[in-house]
């Protein structure tokens, strides 16, 4: 996705303020394209960070010995790639779960007691819609391309602060990888 799209939706205003870090104690799960286009921006900028993904049933930043993202810059509170990080990351306190019995994609957003930003969302029905729609197609393509290791790895991992806010259908070569 362009830049300039994904800046549509950019809260560092309200996350720099977060007394909490979502870059903490988070594997967000990297595509091998999103991977390809992360290195290039890394060549690019010059980010100086050697072997910065691990790979176990899928593949994501490393962390350091306090649990913070590889990309995360504690003194700034910015990612060092923000442009092209990973699309769950782009989606923030949007997660998403799959259904196959409903064969659904099922839709939560965080709740406001583990992220000011999904306060805000709440908030502004208006803001949560444009984010909500970002970060849909940003989730979408995600599923799409993650392998059904990976896909079902992720799955797995509990969103319990979280509340149903949508659903869509589910594109069945999705449905067909869980299976």
Request: proline share 7%.
């Amino acid at each position: 996705m362009p830049t300039s799209i994904r800046k549509e939706n950019d809260f560092f205003n309200i996350c720099e303020k977060c007394p909490q870090s979502c870059c903490q104690n988070a594997k967000p799960p990297l595509t091998t394209k999103r991977r390809a286009i992360i290195e290039a921006y890394m060549r690019k900028q010059r980010v100086p960070i050697e072997k910065p993904f691990i790979r176990t049933s899928y593949t994501f930043p490393k962390v350091d010995s306090e649990g913070y993202c590889v990309f995360y810059d504690k003194k700034t509170k910015k990612c060092l790639i923000h442009p092209v990080k990973p699309e769950t990351c782009v989606a923030g306190p949007i997660t998403f779960d799959i259904n196959p019995k409903t064969r659904k994609i099922e839709w939560f957003l965080k709740k406001d007691t583990i992220c000011s930003l999904a306060g805000n969302l709440h908030k502004n029905s208006r803001m949560l819609e444009r984010h909500l729609e970002l970060a849909k197609r940003e989730i979408q393509r995600l599923v799409k391309e993650l392998d059904a290791e990976a896909l079902k790895a992720i799955l797995k991992i509990e969103e319990p602060e979280t509340f149903a806010i949508d659903e869509d259908p589910i594109d069945m070569d999705v449905l067909n990888k869980l299976a």
